[in-house]
């Protein structure tokens, strides 16, 4: 039986990311125990995978302590392999009889395929997402009677104010998205956020008819939003962790990207899109007195048309 430590992000679009190549040896090693060390935003996604013993969360503590514990914890075990996508200093100080350490040795390509590079496993293993019968169920809770026609799910808001497309455009691609010609006429539409971001979503979720509107707003741990977001039809949102989570979950997944790097993140697999702004990143952030902390909404160049044109050709795709 084969013992696995599986070292991962603390962020939530990295983590998903991750997630291909845990599956990749949980099927290479169908009776291994691994333990997952993550931060703890993400261990919700990785405790009901098959193989998986333990989920070690590691809040950040200062001075390192947060690695200082998972050595304490790692050292009693020896394991077969070891794999760390945090480049640790524990990995150095563990035994382990095979070791795939992150390194960025083809920094251009996407994540999904860095990390896949790492592990040796082509072609990349496609981001997997385990969901127990409890988590479904809060699902379901969420965004319920799917019998009753199709879901919109949107992803207004993002973890930097200059990735986030403006509301109003989303209020407007909800509508026509959702029109007699849309892609979904007459679909609900349910608005997804993270704790903090409420204020950008509300914007968008109080636009659209009440009778329509699913509230998914701070609701839930990432692994139920996740599993929520399975049970829509169509998912458009700015470049983060919930778009990774859509795309992982198999839902046609549409990203929005203007200051952020599509080759690297944009979401992966064969039932995802994304359009971008006409510039790239350092032509957008490139003007008199920018500051990264004060920096509005750098998304603007990207139209609702180009949006719904992209929107519709993935649609048409499928």
Not at 246 to 270: D, E, I, N, Q
Request: glycine share 6%.
């Amino acid at each position: 039986m084969k013992k696995i430590l599986f070292i991962t992000s603390t962020r939530l679009g990295d983590g998903v990311l991750s997630t291909g190549a845990l599956a990749h040896f949980i099927k290479l090693y169908p009776d291994a125990e691994i333990t997952v060390a993550c931060g703890p935003l993400i261990a919700g996604l990785f405790k009901d995978a098959p193989c998986v013993k333990q989920v070690i969360s590691m809040k950040k503590e200062p001075l390192a302590a947060h690695w200082v514990k998972l050595w304490r914890i790692a050292i009693r075990t020896t394991w077969d392999i070891v794999v760390d996508l945090r480049n640790s200093l524990v990995t150095r100080l563990i035994f382990a009889r095979k070791k795939y350490i992150w390194s960025s040795q083809f920094p251009d390509k996407h994540k999904v395929e860095q990390i896949a590079a790492v592990i040796k496993a082509f072609p990349p293993p496609e981001p997997t997402l385990w969901f127990s019968k409890e988590t479904l169920q809060k699902a379901a809770e969420l965004v319920p009677d799917t019998q009753r026609g199709p879901v919109l799910a949107i992803g207004p808001a993002a973890n930097w104010p200059p990735k986030t497309w403006p509301a109003e455009n989303f209020i407007a691609l909800a509508e026509r998205l959702t029109s007699e010609d849309g892609i979904l006429p007459n679909a609900r539409v349910a608005v997804f956020a993270a704790p903090g971001e409420e204020q950008t979503a509300y914007k968008v979720l109080n636009a659209i008819p009440p009778e329509l509107r699913i509230d998914v707003i701070a609701k839930a741990e990432p692994v139920v939003a996740a599993a929520a977001i399975g049970r829509c039809q169509f998912y458009v949102g700015n470049d983060s962790g919930l778009m990774h989570c859509a795309a992982a979950a198999g839902v046609p997944t549409l990203g929005l990207f203007g200051p952020s790097w599509p080759a690297l993140y944009r979401p992966w697999g064969a039932r995802c899109a994304y359009v971008s702004t006409p510039q790239n990143f350092d032509q957008l952030i490139d003007y008199p007195g920018y500051d990264a902390a004060t920096a509005p909404s750098l998304m603007t160049s990207l139209t609702i048309d180009m949006a719904n044109e992209a929107a519709v050709k993935l649609w048409q795709e499928l």
